[in-house]
């Protein structure tokens, strides 16, 4: 097992602690465990797939502790929790997003937490069975591995409440506008630094990102 431990919040700062100006990014492939779910997400099931993404998470971390140790295993500070928004497919037609006049009933979501490089398919198979017999009640069976991609995107830190998303996302737009960049979706991603339990909606920090055409 190599040594030092691995901390996303500094050796990743250009992913995880940007500017809360708009700014351009390349962002490489990293190792996601993915869940997708449709509904607001101040409901049960959302918050279900998110104790599975974060029980899938930490039985990867802690595998050290059963006596089992990956090849390429470092410690390292497990990753937020990231979110990729659309609204569902027969809500589109009439609306655009994100918009403050969308039901949140309307949302389809893909949550995701990043894992380290070490995570191979065969590694990620050992996992979901391993969290499965710990966590039966949970929906792991729904949950898959996945190497994303995002490219050139558009990103920046919003600082305050989710609902206020909106305010940031109109400079985004307008930065756009002014560099002549399109965006390539309607989808976008969060990633989500602050606890909201322990956190005063005012001084949430959540990262907005969005992919552009290159």
């Known amino acids: 097992m190599e040594t030092g431990k691995i901390d996303y919040k500094k050796t990743d ?8 100006d708009p700014e351009i990014i390349d962002v490489p492939a990293f190792r996601f465990f993915v869940l997708e779910g449709e509904g607001d997400p101040n409901k049960e099931g959302f918050s279900k797939h ?8 930490y039985t990867l971390k802690m595998l050290p502790k059963s006596g089992y140790i990956p090849e390429g295993y470092r410690e390292y500070t497990v990753f937020p929790l990231e979110g990729v928004w659309d609204i569902k497919s027969e809500a589109k037609s009439a609306n655009s997003f994100p918009s403050d006049v969308i039901s949140k009933d309307d949302y389809a979501y893909r949550i995701m937490i990043r894992q380290p490089d070490f995570l191979t398919p065969e590694l990620a ?20 591995f996945e190497i994303l991609e995002e490219g050139r995107c558009v990103q920046m ?3 305050g409440p989710y609902d206020e998303e909106s305010k940031s996302f109109s400079r985004m737009a307008d930065f756009c506008e002014i560099n002549e960049l399109v965006r390539k979706e309607r989808r976008h991603r969060e990633i989500y630094l602050s606890d909201p339990r322990k956190t005063a909606p005012e001084r949430m920090k959540t990262v907005l990102r969005w992919r552009i055409v290159s």
């Open 13 to 20: 700062k250009l992913y995880y602690l940007p500017k809360t």
């Open 125 to 144: 198979e050992e996992i979901f069975e391993r969290t499965k017999k710990k966590k039966p009640e949970l929906p792991v069976d729904k949950a898959i």
């Open 50 to 57: 998110v104790e599975t993404l974060y029980a899938l998470s």
């Open 157 to 159: 830190m919003h600082i």
